[in-house]
T-cell receptor, first 115, second 108 residues
Framework: EVQLVESGGDLVQPGGSLRLSCSASGFIFRNYAMSWLRQAPGKGLEWVSA????????DYADPVKGRFTISRDNSKNTLYLQMNSLRAEDTALYYCATDISGRFRDWGQGTLVIV | DIQMTQSPPTLSASVGDRVTITCRASQSISSWLAWYQQKPGKAPKLLIY???SLESGVPSRFSGSGSGTEFTLTISSLQPDDFATYYCQQYISYSSYSFGQGTKLEIK
């Protein structure tokens, strides 16, 4: 069974930093592109960042470019999101998901970031 | 950026009804459209991808159609478990993915 478990969310002051983690199990993590998405309280879904299988292709949504960094450690089956210079508008539930050519098939339960 | 617009924002229906949700893209996305279902406090669930392909395990009462800029999600006979919020998502452009604002399907 595919499992994605996010962690690292917290209450942080504006300008602060957080690192989110997404631990994967039940599938061959290194064979999948991965994405981070977020959902502000009571709002819709927003894609945040994507990383290809080998990590060679990375991109970010405009609102987070230059502040967030996605990475992965295939030896630990873990995806990360380093979030710097946090703003109030970054407050959201952050999800990691398997990225199947742009559609998001498997999702974690999310981790809450409050700025 | 491609904007996705769903209608209606809220839909009231009864068990057994046939319902349709519309999603319009601000420019052509060919068939690169997915639909998700989200229940309160839960992560979204992929229902349909590439406009009309049903994700494994999704009941056949869900179907999708369309192309270019206009798409629909149809539920042929609403079941109690279907009351949720539905989102469309375009994925024609790598890493410029965008979602509709959601349609909340409520019990009438």
């Amino acid at each position: 069974e595919v499992q994605l478990v996010e962690s690292g969310g917290d209450l942080v002051q504006p300008g602060g930093s957080l690192r989110l983690s997404c631990s994967a199990s039940g599938f061959i993590f290194r064979n999948y592109a991965m994405s981070w998405l977020r959902q502000a309280p009571g709002k819709g879904l927003e894609w945040v960042s994507a990383m290809s299988v080998g990590g060679g292709s990375i991109d970010y949504a405009d609102p987070v470019k230059g502040r967030f960094t996605i990475s992965r450690d295939n030896s630990k089956n873990t995806l990360y999101l380093q979030m710097n210079s946090l703003r109030a508008e970054d407050t959201a539930l952050y999800y990691c998901a398997t990225d199947i050519s742009g559609r998001f098939r498997d999702w974690g339960q999310g981790t809450l970031v409050i700025v | 950026d491609i904007q996705m617009t769903q209608s209606p924002p809220t839909l009231s229906a009864s068990v057994g009804d046939r319902v349709t949700i519309t999603c319009r893209a601000s420019q052509s996305i060919s068939s690169w459209l997915a639909w998700y279902q989200q229940k309160p406090g839960k992560a979204p669930k992929l229902l349909i991808y590439k406009t009309s392909s049903l994700e494994s395990g999704v009941p056949s009462r869900f179907s999708g159609s369309g192309s270019g800029t206009e798409f629909t999600l149809t539920i042929s006979s609403l079941q109690p478990d279907d009351f949720a919020t539905y989102y469309c998502q375009q994925y024609i452009s790598y890493s410029s993915y965008s979602f509709g604002q959601g349609t909340k399907l409520e019990i009438k």
